[in-house]
C-alpha cells in the first residue's frame, strides 16, 4: 500500500491497495473504497460483503478488508471537515451500521483510474456538509491547540466546550459519528504521518504527535488500520 495524496489541511489521504489484505479494525476516517481492478470483500460485525466494487465505511465501524487479486483506490476522509460531513450529511453516517455498498452516486467522484479530489472539495463546499454545534467547533479548537501534548483530557475540552464532560461525548458522537478520543487519536495519528513524510524516524514523528514511544504509536496505527505503520510509510 501507498500514499498517493496527503492533506492534513483539507482532511484527506488516498491510499492504492493491491492483493491486501487487514485483520479487524476500526477508524475514525471516513473509508471509500472504488475498486479498478477486480473485486474486493468487507467483513463487518453485522455481514459479509463480496465481490463489491466500491464502498463506504463509516466512522467507527470494525471491519476487515481483502482485495486479494484486486487494485483498490481508497479515500479517508476526516469527519470535522466539510468533505466527511458533506458524506456523513448525505448518508446519514453517524447512525448508520453497516457499510454502504456500490454506491452509484460514489461514481461521479472517481474518473480515469482515481479520485477526483477537486470536483469532492467542490461539492462538499456547495452541497451542504451540515453545521457543527459552535460548542463542538470550541472542543475542536482546543484539540487541535493542545495536539501534541502527552494527554489531552476530557476534563480540558469540557471547560473549553462549556459543557459537561457527559454531555460533551454525546453531542460529539451525535453530530460527527465518533468520540472526542477518537478524534484526538486520529489528529495525532494524521500529524505522525506528516512528520514521516518529511524524512523523521518513526520515533520522531511519535514523540512529536504525543504518542508516549514508536511502540505505543504502531499499536494505534495497527489498531486503526490493521497495517503496520512501517508498511504504509
Known sequence: MSIELFNIDKGYAVFSKRDYETSE?????IEMVYCTEGTFSITTGISRHTNITSAIV?????????????????????????????????????????????????????????????LLLEMAETGGAG????????????????????????????????????????LFRKQLGISVHQCILWKKMFLAVLKSREGYSLTACAHYAGFADSSHFN?????????TPFFVL
Open 25 to 29: 479494525h476500526a477508524h475514525y476516517a
Open 58 to 118: 463509516p466512522s467507527n465501524l470494525p471491519h476487515t478488508f481483502s482485495s486479494i487479486n484486486a487494485k483498490c483506490n481508497i479515500l479517508f476522509l476526516d469527519p470535522l471537515f466539510d468533505s466527511g460531513r458533506y458524506f456523513i450529511h448525505q448518508y446519514h453516517l453517524a447512525s448508520q451500521q453497516d457499510i454502504i455498498v456500490d454506491p452509484p452516486a460514489l461514481n461521479q467522484f472517481h474518473k480515469k483510474g482515481k479520485f477526483d479530489i477537486p
Open 219 to 227: 499499536k494505534a496505527f495497527y489498531k486503526m488500520f490493521g497495517i
Open 131 to 170: 453545521d457543527l454545534d459552535f460548542r463542538i467547533v470550541n472542543c475542536i479548537q482546543a484539540i487541535d491547540s493542545h495536539i501534541t501534548d502527552h494527554k489531552i483530557t476530557l476534563s480540558q475540552l469540557s471547560k473549553a466546550s462549556f459543557l459537561s464532560e457527559s454531555r460533551l461525548s454525546h
